[in-house]
Nanobody
Framework: QVQLVESGGGLVQPGRSLTPSCAAS????????MNWYRQAPGKEREVIAF????????GYADSVKGRFTISRDNAKNTIYLQMNNLKVEDTAKYYC??????????WGQGTQVIVSD
């Protein structure tokens, strides 16, 4: 059974850091591109970062470029999102996602990030 479990969110002040992770089970994520998405209240879910199976191809949305770093540990079947210099506008629920049509319907429960004074 395919499962994605995000964790590591929290409440932080602007300028601080968090590193959410996404643990996969029921499949080997080493075969797939993986994405991080986020959804802020009242907004559509948006992709913010992607990473290729062996980390050779990585990309970011302009809104997080230079502040966020996506990484993966295929041996642990886990991906990460290091988020530095967090801003209030980064407040959202963060999700990982498997970037392939055959696995497109699988989503985890997400991890909530709140950036506030």
């Amino acid at each position: 059974q395919v499962q994605l479990v995000e964790s590591g969110g929290g409440l932080v002040q602007p300028g601080r850091s968090l590193t959410p992770s996404c643990a996969a089970s029921g499949f080997s994520l080493s075969r797939y591109y993986m994405n991080w998405y986020r959804q802020a209240p009242g907004k559509e879910r948006e992709v913010i970062a992607f990473i290729s199976p062996h980390s050779g191809h990585i990309g970011y949305a302009d809104s997080v470029k230079g502040r966020f770093t996506i990484s993966r540990d295929n041996a642990k079947n886990t991906i990460y999102l290091q988020m530095n210099n967090l801003k209030v506008e980064d407040t959202a629920k963060y999700y990982c996602h498997i970037d392939t049509p055959s696995m497109d319907t699988y989503w985890g429960q997400g991890t909530q990030v709140i950036v506030s004074d």
